[in-house]
Every structure is written in structure tokens, then in C-alpha cells.
């Protein structure tokens, strides 16, 4: 299969590696001209990934219209800040007819000005495009170096074909019909990755820790099914899943930047001059401001919000939580 990924970041540069292998024919597409002039060059991604060796016959462009022109498979590994701008591109630079059968979202956030998920963000551009969703607990190094893994891939219409194609004996993929529950999962971990986070950094233990990822998974799911999610699906790769890897992965930098939060860094500082993205950060109030418009009751969401937009004390936040009314474990 003819492979474009747009996004040369991480977990880019991994799927674009691991599907190369494959055999598949892989182009990449850096958002900068100078990060693809270097990688193109040097062979590695320094800034993201620089344990790999990416070999020659991954092809590494910056012009849109002619890698639009072969691509059967458009994968979009693009923060969510910049899905707008790729998916504009790609209306730009795409000829009819052309031969993509399969739109593929690796996204995981919510547009903070409209509360639009990545996949309709680019039906707003693109209306006829039927974009699927690659999602789940995915360390891009370990998928790079053939690590067992598994993912999620969430949409409507026949998936077989891309669900044969990206999986391997190191990367198990599953189906799922819900697209809308795999996306507002991947988005929600993050969130509370950033909580598990602060809980290391104010060494709570693993008590707390293990309480606090139960009760995020149960607000996960509230908040999902307020939304048009199914509650299983937060069960699985794209909710559990995930929100077990990147709550303690020394790798995940929403973890790590509540960690740094927890042990009294300030949000300003931790923001400041940053190369990745901490997706969990924007998320935060997105998330806060749509479950205020829907009135969805999610308290661990609203502490995170406090802590990372109005400079409250995560330990205050904690205190705030373990005082609040009790209730019933299913409430």
C-alpha cells in the first residue's frame, strides 16, 4: 500500500518506520522544510526521535501535491493545534480523482475554540472524507523498536484492508465502531495523565494513585457517554489502555509535566520554550469549558483545570477532592 503520514513528530516518525518494514511504500511529511531537508539527509530524527536509523527507501517530502498523487493511505500525526492547517493543505494540493481510500486521525485533543474533535475538523474541510481513527496506548520508541503493542482503529465503512496493513507480529490491531468514544478517550487521558502525574511529583503513593486513575476512568466515561460515546469502548485500548501507559510512563510528557507541577515547577516555566507538545495541557480547557456548556459533573477535569489555568496548589486540589461529598462508588 501507498503510505502518506503527515507530521513528522514522534509517533510520525514511528508508525512511518514500522509500516516501512512492513513493506508498504512510506512517505513522510515534516510540517517544517528544514526538518525535512535535515531528515532527509542525516537519516534520523533528532529533535523526536533520534534512537532510529530511518532507512533510505522511506521517502521523506515536503511537497504535498505530488505525494497526494500516489497516496492510497493518508495518516495524520499532527498535534491538534494543526489539523486545520494540514487538512486545508491537503484540500489545497489534492487532484481529482486521486487514489486515497483511507483518511487516518492520529490525533489525540479537542479543538479548545470549538470543541471539535480531530476527525471533524477535517470533515469541516474535507466533507467527503471518511476519516478514521488510530488510537491506544503507544510509546512511538517501543512501536519503532518492534515492541509488542496493541491499538484501536475506530470508523465507519470496511477497515479490514487498513487493519491488515498496519498490523504486525510486534503491533495487534483491533476494530471498533466507535470512533467518537476512541477520540474523546485519547483526548481525556491526557487530562488525567497530568493529574497521575502530579501525584508523583507530591509523592502521594499508590494508594492515591490507583484511586485517582479509577475514578478519572469513571469521569472518562461520564463524560463519553454525555457526548455520544459508548462506555465500552473506554474499557479498551483507546481508554483504559492509554490511560494506563501514559499515567506512568517515565516517556509520557503529559505525566511528567504534572510530575514537574506536583514538585513545584510553575506552568509558566514548564510551557516556556517547549520543542513537544503537552497535549493534556490544551485539552484541559477544552474539556473544562464543554463540560461547563453541557453541564457534565467532572471534578478530577475541573482540579486540573484550577491547577493549570489559575495557579491553584495541586495539594489544595487533592484536599478539595477527598472532602467533597460521599457518594456511592458508581456515582
Known amino acids: 500500500m501507498n503510505v502518506s503520514i503527515l507530521g513528522a513528530g514522534a509517533w510520525g516518525t514511528a508508525l512511518a518506520f514500522h ?32 534512537e532510529i536509523v530511518l532507512p533510505h527507501d522511506l521517502q521523506i517530502a515536503h511537497e504535498l501535491r505530488p505525494t497526494l498523487m500516489e497516496t492510497e493511505a493518508l495518516f495524520i500525526a499532527s498535534p491538534t493545534r494543526g489539523v486545520r492547517e494540514w487538512a486545508e493543505q491537503v484540500k489545497e494540493n489534492l487532484s481529482e480523482p486521486n487514489n486515497i481510500r483511507h483518511y487516518v486521525s492520529l490525533t489525540k485533543g479537542l479543538d479548545p475554540d470549538n470543541f471539535l474533535r480531530p476527525t471533524e475538523i477535517w470533515r469541516k474541510v474535507l466533507p467527503d472524507a471518511q476519516v478514521s481513527v488510530l488510537t491506544g496506548p503507544t510509546n512511538a520508541l517501543e512501536v519503532a523498536e518492534g515492541k509488542p503493542t496493541a491499538m484501536v482503529l475506530a470508523g465507519e465503512g470496511p477497515l479490514e484492508e487498513l487493519q491488515e496493513a498496519i498490523s504486525s507480529e510486534s503491533l495487534r490491531v483491533y476494530l471498533s465502531n466507535d470512533p467518537i468514544g476512541a477520540e474523546l478517550a485519547g483526548a481525556l487521558k491526557n487530562i488525567y495523565a497530568i493529574a497521575a502525574g502530579c501525584s508523583d511529583g507530591l509523592r502521594l503513593g499508590d ?36 490511560l494506563v501507559a501514559t499515567s506512568h510512563g517515565p516517556w509520557s510528557r503529559n505525566r511528567t509535566f504534572g510530575q514537574k507541577i506536583g514538585e513545584g515547577t510553575s506552568v509558566e516555566e514548564l510551557l516556556q520554550n517547549r520543542k513537544t507538545v503537552v497535549e493534556g495541557y490544551s485539552a484541559t480547557g477544552a474539556f473544562y469549558g464543554l463540560c461547563q456548556k ?33 457518594t456511592r462508588e458508581r456515582e
Open 19 to 50: 509500516l516501512n518494514k512492513l513493506g508498504h511504500t512510506v512517505t513522510l511529511v515534516p510540517r517544517r522544510f528544514e526538518q525535512a531537508i535535515t531528515m532527509a539527509s542525516e537519516r534520523h530524527n533528532r529533535d523526536y526521535l533520534p
Open 207 to 242: 494508594n492515591a494513585k490507583a484511586a485517582l486513575l479509577t475514578r478519572a476512568l469513571a469521569e472518562m466515561i461520564r463524560i463519553g457517554q454525555s457526548l455520544g460515546a459508548e462506555a465500552e469502548t473506554f474499557y479498551g485500548l483507546s481508554g483504559f489502555g492509554d
Open 294 to 326: 453541557k453541564q457534565i459533573d467532572a471534578p478530577i477535569l475541573a482540579e486540573v483545570y484550577e491547577i493549570l489555568f489559575k495557579n491553584k496548589n495541586p495539594r489544595k486540589a487533592l484536599h478539595d477532592l477527598m472532602v467533597r461529598k460521599l
